[in-house]
């Protein structure tokens, strides 16, 4: 699975599953429980038939790192930026925002929902992954 195609500049999306799968989804998760060095990060989803299955693995890679996770389920993207500043971790979110439905992809955020870019640490992720 290549990730290069699949991390922009603000986000990851891509085509499921040919782009993006459960194991990019893992390795994602381990990239960026490394890259936050954080003891927990908060994670949720939204309604795409997807995204369950993406959100368990990148919970796994999370978890492989020794990196505690809050499931916050299915919820909305502000949701998850509202949990990273009331719970101070960093947040992913599994979506593809307002993409078609064979697409998903992911959005992760810093303590304090400060973004993740390809400025502020999104090229390290992709590498890390």
């Known amino acids: 699975m290549q990730l290069d195609e699949i991390f922009k500049?603000?986000?990851?999306r891509g085509l499921v599953p040919e782009q993006l799968d459960e194991e990019a989804a893992r390795r994602i998760g381990a990239g960026f429980a490394a890259f936050s060095r954080a003891e927990r990060i908060a994670v949720g989803r939204d309604c795409r038939l997807s995204s369950p299955g993406l959100a368990a693995a990148l919970t796994e890679g999370i978890a492989r790192q020794g990196t505690a996770v809050d499931d916050l389920g299915m919820i909305t993207t502000d949701m998850v930026y509202y949990a990273s500043g009331g719970f101070d971790e960093?947040?992913?979110?599994v979506t593809a925002s307002h993409n078609p439905p064979a697409w998903n992809g992911l959005k992760l955020?810093?303590?304090g929902a400060a973004p993740v870019g390809v400025d502020t640490g999104l090229a390290e992720v992709r590498r890390l992954a």
Do not use: K
Not at 9 to 12: I, L, M, P, Q
Not at 90 to 93: F, Q, S, V
């Open 9 to 12: 500049a603000y986000d990851v």
């Open 109 to 111: 955020c810093l303590a």
């Open 90 to 93: 960093p947040g992913a979110m």
